[in-house]
């Protein structure tokens, strides 16, 4: 079982190049790596059988946050983005928000050195860490190009931008 | 029984200072607080480098199963039914506010039946955060 959690950024374009007519097309994006690419479309191959594309419900609220900014630019209409959530397809799971998962927050550092300097690690940013966290640290990768969440030692390894 | 908001504040000393509100230590009211609160109480703890994570969590828990407070989680079928509620939706897309805020409104307002809680909590919440 590998699954993948995704920080809002990545979900954006997750939601945009999703075509629920064709659940299981491969995805071509071209602003994320071609191993985080590969490993998304393995798990769409795969029909969620052996993982799943995961975001935590702060993700989708920040999208709504910011829609005009992030969705407006990639062509993700208002009525795509709630198909997504009332729909999504079989290898996506909105993880939830809850107790259990907020004790994983013990677990991440409050701030972080990146690029030579202290800087505080976002709560926001925090809480899609810890969704990957609950999903058990061996069997998840975090998708994300957040230059705070790529240098957190808790998630050493297992992140890909 | 009735249903009581639980404020930041008040859910912070009922965790912290076991402080419990006196309707709900007579066992006439439940109180209802959201997860956006636990975050934000955890969060305040963390930045002052004094981590209570566990403590706070666990405290919540055991008040939860004493049947004192209930902690409205979020899950996707929560978010479908409430973050596109014309009032939410109108009140937050596109006005960079704080997610947690958000997440507040969305965990308490009564979508449905299966949200057992009354519309009194939502509109007590509001009457402290607007």
């Excluded at chain 1, 939601?15 to 097309?25: L, M, P």
């Excluded at chain 1, 975090?142 to 790529?150: A, C, E, F, Q, V």
Aim: aromatic share 6%; hydrophobic share 40%.
């Amino acid at each position: 079982m590998n699954d993948i959690v995704l920080d809002t950024h990545i979900l954006s374009l997750i939601i945009s190049q999703y075509n629920s007519a064709n659940e299981f097309a491969e995805l071509s994006i071209n602003n994320i790596s071609q191993d985080l690419l590969k490993k998304i479309n393995d798990v769409i191959k795969l029909k969620g059988t052996h993982g799943f594309i995961i975001a935590s419900p702060i993700a989708f609220i920040e999208l709504a946050n910011q829609f005009n900014k992030i969705c407006h630019p990639l062509n993700i209409t208002l009525e795509k983005f709630k198909a997504f959530i009332v729909q999504p397809p079989t290898w996506f799971l909105i993880e939830p928000l809850n107790i259990d998962n907020l004790e994983f927050l013990s677990q991440v550092d409050i701030e972080v050195v990146k690029n030579g300097t202290l800087t505080p690690v976002e709560i926001n940013d925090a809480l899609h860490v810890i969704t990957a966290l609950a999903r058990g640290i061996e069997n998840v990768i975090l998708g994300s190009k957040d230059g705070t969440i790529n240098v957190l030692p808790i998630m050493q390894d297992r992140v890909l931008s | 029984m009735d249903e009581l908001y639980i404020s930041n504040n008040e859910l912070e000393n009922l965790l912290t200072r076991d402080q419990i509100p006196d309707k709900i230590a007579q066992k006439m009211s439940v109180g209802i607080s959201s997860i956006a609160d636990l975050i934000e109480i955890i969060e305040g703890s963390r930045k002052s480098r004094n981590d209570k994570t566990a403590q706070l969590c666990n405290s919540c828990k055991q008040h939860s199963s004493n049947g004192d407070i209930y902690l409205a989680e979020l899950d996707g079928s929560l978010l479908l039914k409430n973050l596109f509620d014309d009032e939410i939706w109108d009140k937050f897309a596109n006005t960079k506010s704080n997610p947690l805020m958000i997440a507040r409104y969305i965990s308490l307002k009564k979508a449905d039946e299966t949200i057992w809680w009354s519309d009194a909590i939502y509109e007590q919440m509001k009457s402290i955060y607007e």
